[in-house]
């Protein structure tokens, strides 16, 4: 579904994606885990198509088309759906607007027709739901005065109306109480547990991984997947380190 | 009688961003007189918008707003080579002045409100909001000149400006002068000038928001600041409209 080959890509001229491959078929959940400056964000904004994200080599297969020669907004009408680690906060536009629009303007660029301010209040009720997020809040702001917490679901609400294929998840679980994090994690498995959908779960940290089984994990190190092994690896890292487990020949 | 000699020129400190060449004799002599007796409320809607203006479009108010009256002026100057909205308004006891403009524009347009606010009685308050939205070579300006006389205690004035810059080349002023001569009053101001939110419109993409739509939101969010006082939805809805479809028409 997602096939990375190779893949090199710079910021203001310092190289941090150093030759990463890395293949999640549909069905699949994949995390990544990584120490603190492995590349891990840098990779998730390459995929989301970011500006300043300069992408020098290799290539990226997404569903058979060539992700990198699209605009982030076709991106996402392709069925990519990037999970920010800090959602922005934009004044003055409310979330059933900000939605509304968002996800007719990716229904046009699929040739569909738009869904009626009514529809999409059933849709949007019944996705907030799932995630407990009040809907009073949707009728607020873009996450202006929620608390990190609070951020977190709201992303996973849109992911619920967007209803994307794939989804590249950076850090969800940041910010996130105990609570929060087993909702949020029973969210992406509601949403996204799909023999045609997949995800690209960026954590630090096993306990989300503990909710939302990985099909696989990678370890992410100075920008290259370094090993790639089943979800009993994430329960080594946590328990050994990632100096101790990355040491061992593969 | 020679028309030249009464025209303003650009030394005049209230015309200093103006396309004062463009000015005919009948745009400056020309203002309008309103007064509002003590007590009651007035509301002005402005609209310059393309098919109702001609190149030089001057609209020039004095209005006189009696003791506990209230006086509200919500304007979106979105046409005209030159326009000009300028209101010269003296506030009685405990009256209150409400104003909200919005400029947008591009080319080589001057597109500009000029307020005189005169507190000439006690308890009086105003409060002015003017948001400018400009690309190309366009230009938007807000002048907002604030006089609290001697007597006129517990005056509360507000003035705000943000200037929103969609391209290289366009600009705006924000030139506020405050005259305070009495000792127990607020008058507060506060202008800003920026570009949009690139992160915020990186989200939007990733959202499925193609570029036009995410700038039409955020630009939306932007101006509707300078509505919020205007307590009448389709007015509102009117208004921003004008200014809406001016950004999706030229940019």
């Known amino acids: 579904m997602l096939k990375i080959d190779n893949l090199t890509a710079e910021i203001d001229g310092k190289q941090i994606l150093n030759g990463l491959s890395l293949e999640v078929a549909a069905g699949e959940i994949h995390a990544i885990m990584g120490p603190n400056g492995a590349g891990k964000s840098t990779l998730s904004y390459v995929l989301g198509g970011r500006p300043g994200y300069e992408v020098t080599g290799g290539s990226v297969d997404f569903r058979g088309q060539d992700l990198l020669d699209l605009e982030p907004h076709e991106r996402a009408a392709a069925g990519l759906f990037l999970g920010f680690q800090y959602p922005v906060e934009i004044p003055g536009v409310s979330n059933v607007q900000f939605l509304r629009e968002a996800l007719n303007s990716q229904r046009k660029q699929r040739g569909e027709e738009p869904l009626t301010g009514g529809e999409f209040l059933k849709l949007a009720k019944e996705k907030a739901n799932l995630l407990g997020l009040d809907m009073d809040m949707l009728k607020r702001n873009v996450n202006v005065g929620f608390s990190g917490g609070e951020k977190k679901r709201a992303e996973m609400v849109q992911m619920g109306i967007l209803d994307p294929s794939f989804a590249v998840l950076d850090e969800t679980d940041s910010g996130l109480d105990i609570d929060a994090l087993r909702v949020v994690g029973e969210g992406i498995n509601a949403i996204m547990r799909d023999a045609n959908k997949g995800v690209l779960l960026i954590t630090h940290y096993q306990r989300l991984l503990e909710v939302v089984r990985p099909d696989k994990v990678s370890i992410l190190a100075k920008g290259r997947i370094v090993r790639t092994g089943g979800p009993e690896l994430a329960e080594r890292l946590e328990n050994e380190g990632y100096d101790a487990v990355m040491a061992e020949p593969a | ?251």
């Open chain 2, 1 to 251: 009688m020679s028309g030249a000699a009464t025209l303003p020129t650009r030394k005049d400190e209230a015309w200093r961003y103006a396309a004062v060449e463009k000015l005919r004799e009948a745009d400056v002599e020309n203002w309008r007189q309103i007064d509002i007796a003590a007590g009651e409320s007035a509301r002005e809607l402005l609209v310059i918008s393309d098919g109702n203006s001609s190149e030089t479009e001057v609209h020039r108010l004095r209005v006189q707003v009696g003791e506990g009256a209230r006086f509200e002026l919500f304007g979106v100057i979105a046409s005209a080579d030159y326009a000009r909205v300028e209101l010269d308004v003296t506030l009685g006891k405990g009256a209150h002045f409400e104003m909200g403009g919005i400029t947008v524009g591009g080319r080589e347009t001057v597109r500009e409100f000029v307020t005189r606010t005169t507190h000439a009685e006690p308890d009086g308050t105003s409060n002015q909001a003017v948001r400018a939205v400009h690309w190309g070579k366009g230009t938007g300006n807000f002048l907002g000149s604030i006089d609290v006389v001697r007597h006129a205690q517990k005056t509360d004035a507000a003035q705000d400006f943000k200037g929103l810059l969609l391209e290289k080349g366009a600009s705006v002023n924000a030139v506020p002068q405050l005259e305070i001569f009495a000792d127990d009053v607020k008058c507060a101001h506060g202008a800003t000038v920026g570009q949009l939110d690139e992160s915020a419109r990186f989200y939007m993409a990733a959202r499925g928001l193609t570029p036009e739509l995410s700038r039409r939101l955020l630009v939306q969010a932007f101006i509707g600041d300078a509505l919020v006082a205007l307590d009448d939805e389709d007015a509102q809805e009117r208004l921003l409209q004008v200014a809406l479809d001016k950004l999706d028409k030229h940019l």
